[in-house]
């Protein structure tokens, strides 16, 4: 059974920083991309990151600020966000591939992805 956790969020000022966590079990994250969403009240999930066999790739709204990475050994991928925005307030999920990397597909659509996390609550005030 393939399960996947989020945490690290929490309540933080704009400029602040936070580090995410998705520990993934069940599915090795070295075969199967990782991807980052987040859905804020009353607006659609919109992607934020991910990884698909090394490689990174990015919403425009947060190339420079949020970094992904992965710890191979601990099957658990990261998300590093620096100076945080007042409209990077939402619930931040991760979620793995459906195929593995070397199959095509587009790390940037959701539904590329078949199990998720419960997500992690972001907050930022100014």
């Known amino acids: 059974q393939v399960q996947l956790v989020e945490s690290g969020g929490g309540l933080v000022q704009a400029g602040d920083s936070l580090s995410l966590s998705c520990a993934v079990s069940?599915?090795?994250?070295?075969?199967?991309?990782v991807g980052w969403f987040r859905q804020a009240p009353v607006k659609e999930r919109e992607f934020v990151a991910a990884?698909?066999?090394?490689?990174?790739y990015y919403a425009d709204s947060v190339k420079g600020r949020f970094t992904i990475s992965s710890d191979n050994a601990k099957n658990t991928v990261y998300l590093q966000i620096d100076s945080l925005k007042p409209e990077d307030t939402a619930v931040y999920s991760c979620?793995?591939?459906?195929?593995?990397?070397?199959?095509?597909?587009?790390?940037?659509?959701?539904?590329?992805?078949?199990?998720w996390g419960q997500g992690t609550q972001v907050t930022v005030s100014s």
């Open positions: 069940g599915r090795a994250i070295a075969l199967y991309g």
């Open positions: 990884d698909r066999g090394g490689h990174a």
């Open positions: 979620a793995t591939a459906s195929r593995p990397y070397f199959i095509n597909y587009d790390p940037l659509r959701a539904s590329e992805y078949d199990y």
